[in-house]
Structure formats: C-alpha cells, structure tokens
C-alpha cells in the first residue's frame, strides 16, 4: 500500500531533550516536506527536500534540523525542544515539487502530535 | 511571499451546496490544490487547477480564476461525513496552505 509513514503518532518530551520524528515513503517520490499545523495558522512549511541531498527552508524553519541521505527518508530533528514547537507535524511527499507534472498532490503522513513540557 | 485567505467557518444543511472561496496573492503561480480534513487525520487530496474554468469530480467542483487571483470549492449535496476543513494550497515554486474553512454540515 503507498503511504506515507511517521513515527511516532505522539510524543510528550521535556524542554531541551532532543528528539526525532521520522518519515519514511514508499512511493519513489522526489519531493518529501515537513509542515507544522496550529490552531487558526493553518498548514505551515518547515522544509522541504527536492531529491536526495538537496534541503530547503520553509517559512518556520527555525529550531528544526532535517536530512534526506536516502530518497524514501525524511527525518526532523528538534536539537533543544521548547514548548512553542508544540505542535501538530505532518509529513508530506510528491512525485515532483514543482514544474513537469506539478499536478502531482502531496500525500500526507497520519501526523505526529508533539507536547514539549 | 504569498497570502492566502479563505473563510474561517462556514455552516450548512444536509443536502444543501456550500461554495468556499478562496482569494490569493503570490509571486508566481504553477497550481491550485483543495485538501479536505477531518478533525485529527491527515488531508487528502480533493482537486487541482491550473487552467482557468471548473473541474468536476462527483459531488465537489472547483473553480479557478488566475487573473483575479481566486477559486472556489462547491460542495454538493451535502452530507454529514463532510463536516471537516478544507485546505486551499496555492504552488509557486512550493505549496503553501491557507489557515483552512472548517465546514459544519447539520441534519
């Protein structure tokens, strides 16, 4: 089944404990991103990656770190949590990111709920 | 920078049609996506524009208009499981969301 996998589902952690979320796919994608969801805020993009090696900066990056080694993986890392990262965090990848066959929809992970004490 | 708006809440009957607007301002344009959310779930995918007009799919249409900066969602024949959010997303040269239309559909 195509999918789109993150882990965990949820997470209560300390301020400063550093953590991971990982995002993994199965659909040969291209293009994986990070988005954080606040009530009222909408959909928010943290970084997004357009292949392997090649990371780019959303419009919240800041506090987040990610990688893209392996074309299906797609971790976030959080070095020093604080509790204004508390969050809803979903992952997201598509065939392409932009141009060529931008028709192409993201699909979704299940979402990480993060709680940062 | 882009600016996406859309209404916040919007309530309905069963039964009835209910039009979302949506209304945007970006540096480039390569596409227009509507997401729907169910409270607690991840979007899924609902339509795409790229070309001025109306797309069709079943019981969901969406509208676009580049050189007004605009589309809409029409939600047909409205049952109760699409009480959720619905997600504008505008690509330039990325996605980027609206804060989302949390639609109520009431018997």
């Known amino acids: 089944e195509a999918q789109v996998t993150q882990n965990p589902r949820y997470l209560i952690t300390v301020t400063g404990k550093k953590l991971t979320v990982t995002c993994s796919q199965n659909m040969n994608h291209e293009y994986m991103s990070w988005y954080r969801q606040d009530p009222g805020l909408g959909l928010r993009q943290i970084y997004y990656s357009m292949n392997v090696e090649v990371t780019d900066k959303g419009d919240v990056p800041e506090g987040y770190k990610v990688s893209r080694k392996e074309k299906r993986n797609f971790p976030l890392i959080l070095e020093s949590p604080s509790p204004n990262q508390t969050s809803l965090y979903f992952c997201?990848?598509?065939?392409?990111?932009?141009?060529?066959?931008?028709?192409?929809?993201?699909?979704f992970g299940d979402g990480t709920r993060l709680s940062i004490l | 920078g882009q600016n996406i708006d859309q209404p916040t809440e919007m309530t309905a009957t069963e039964g009835a049609i209910v039009q979302i607007n949506c209304t945007y301002q970006t540096s480039g344009f390569n596409g227009l996506f509507w997401y729907q959310q169910h409270a607690g779930e991840a979007p899924t995918f609902l339509s795409y524009?790229?070309?001025?007009g109306l797309e069709e799919k079943g019981r969901f249409s969406s509208f676009l208009s580049r050189s007004k900066g605009y589309s809409y969602l029409l939600l047909k024949e409205l049952q109760m499981k699409d009480s959720a959010s619905y997600l504008c997303a505008v690509r330039d040269y990325k996605l980027s969301f609206g804060a989302g239309t949390t639609v109520t559909v009431r018997a």
């Open positions: 997201a990848s598509s065939l392409y990111g932009t141009g060529g066959d931008s028709n192409q929809p993201q699909h």
């Open positions: 524009n790229v070309l001025d």
